[in-house]
């Protein structure tokens, strides 16, 4: 089994960017679906964006759709999150997920294509 470390969150004002990294150690990520997630406080863990194990696909929630955009590094072994226009609402904590198996889809109406999480980061937006 891999782990997954999320790194780049911190506090920004409206308006601003933040970059998501995550650094996945243990297994590779370059056969593997990825995506983001977020859980806000006292709401349930949302999808937020996926990549497909070959990079060709990308999914978006409908909220972040032209502000965000993800992308794979298998290289270096490492999944961004380029987050611009950020806005209050997207205040939360940010998982980085990975598919339980090699070759296999992301779905963004189900967890269950998850097979490992990170620890998470916190994004703050300040208005």
């Known amino acids: 089994q891999g782990q997954l470390a999320e790194s780049g969150g911190g506090v920004v004002q409206a308006g601003g960017s933040l970059r998501l990294s995550c650094a996945a150690s243990g297994r590779t990520i370059s056969l593997y679906g990825m995506g983001w997630y977020r859980q806000a406080p006292g709401k349930e863990r949302e999808f937020v964006a996926a990549i497909s194990w070959t990079g060709g696909s990308t999914y978006y929630t409908d909220t972040v759709k032209g502000r965000f955009t993800i992308s794979r590094d298998n290289v270096k072994n490492i999944v961004y999150l380029q987050m611009n226009s950020l806005k209050p609402e997207d205040t939360a904590v940010y998982f980085c997920?990975?598919?339980?198996?090699?070759?296999?889809?992301?779905?963004?109406?189900?967890?269950?294509?998850?097979?490992?999480w990170g620890q998470g980061t916190q994004v703050t937006v300040s208005s």
């Open positions: 997920a990975r598919s339980r198996r090699p070759y296999s889809g992301v779905y963004q109406d189900s967890t269950s294509w998850v097979g490992d």
